[in-house]
């Protein structure tokens, strides 16, 4: 179903916001990730957008690049049709955030990382940092996470009180806030006690069939000694 339309400097007709309805998998224009939750298109051209890719700023003046502001541009630049983000070292074939003047492009949600994030494998916040942390540019290290190779000119998520260092895609991937973090850790104290109470209740049902088991038990043992005492004197 859709509502209210929107244009967008990237495509020619009006987009119109839009839910997935039918569960048909929908691929955004801009980052090229699929779409699972309300977003902005046009139907007819099959041209779909997450609406935080919509609302993606036209120029952003970014701390990684300092020197120029970047723009935001609906097709690379580059004869190939695509680019290589300077964040991730992935490439992108939709939206880019770019510096024509040093072919400095990133994709629209690296450019949006938090600056730092907390992940439930870590007890310190990881910092983003855009340059690489040790003096000794030949030093050769890998991500804490996946163990894989990190590139020296790549960004990353790192803990200097550790040397803690985690891969973007390896970081976001386990994204948690501070505030999904304190939910999480109270979602898991309200199962602990649902499942404690849980636990005492059937305790003390076992306890209390034991109880009947022993009484029906010495009951039974208390009549099989008043037959056998009847037997003995001859009553019955």
Not at 43 to 69: D, G, Q, T, W
Not at 94 to 114: I, M, R, T, W, Y
Not at 117 to 124: A, E, M, T, Y
Not at 192 to 205: A, G, P, S, T, Y
């Amino acid at each position: 179903m859709g509502s209210q339309g929107k244009q967008h400097f990237s495509h020619h007709h009006v987009l119109i916001s839009l839910n997935d309805d039918e569960c048909v998998p929908i691929i955004c224009k801009a980052c090229n990730q699929l779409i699972s939750e309300n977003f902005h298109g046009c139907i007819s051209c099959k041209f779909y957008l997450h609406n935080v890719c919509m609302n993606a700023p036209r120029s952003l003046e970014h701390p990684s690049h300092p020197s120029h502001p970047l723009a935001l541009l609906p097709t690379p630049t580059y004869s190939n049709q695509s680019y290589t983000c300077s964040a991730c070292g992935f490439e992108g074939k939709g939206f880019s955030l770019s510096c024509a003047h040093c072919e400095f492009d990133l994709h629209v949600q690296c450019s949006s990382l938090p600056n730092t994030l907390v992940l439930d494998k870590h007890p310190h916040e990881l910092k983003l940092i855009y340059n690489f942390p040790y003096e000794d540019k030949s030093t050769k290290f890998s991500c804490d996470l996946c163990c894989g190779v990190m590139k020296h000119n790549h960004w990353l998520y790192y803990c200097e009180v550790c040397c803690f260092k985690v891969h973007l895609d390896c970081a976001t991937s386990k994204i948690c806030s501070k505030e999904d973090l304190n939910e999480q850790r109270k979602g898991k104290q309200k199962a602990k006690i649902k499942v404690d109470r849980h636990v005492e209740m059937l305790q003390k049902r076992q306890a209390h069939q034991a109880h009947r088991a022993k009484l029906k038990a010495h009951q039974a043992a208390e009549d099989l000694e008043w037959i056998m005492y009847c037997r003995e004197q001859n009553y019955f």
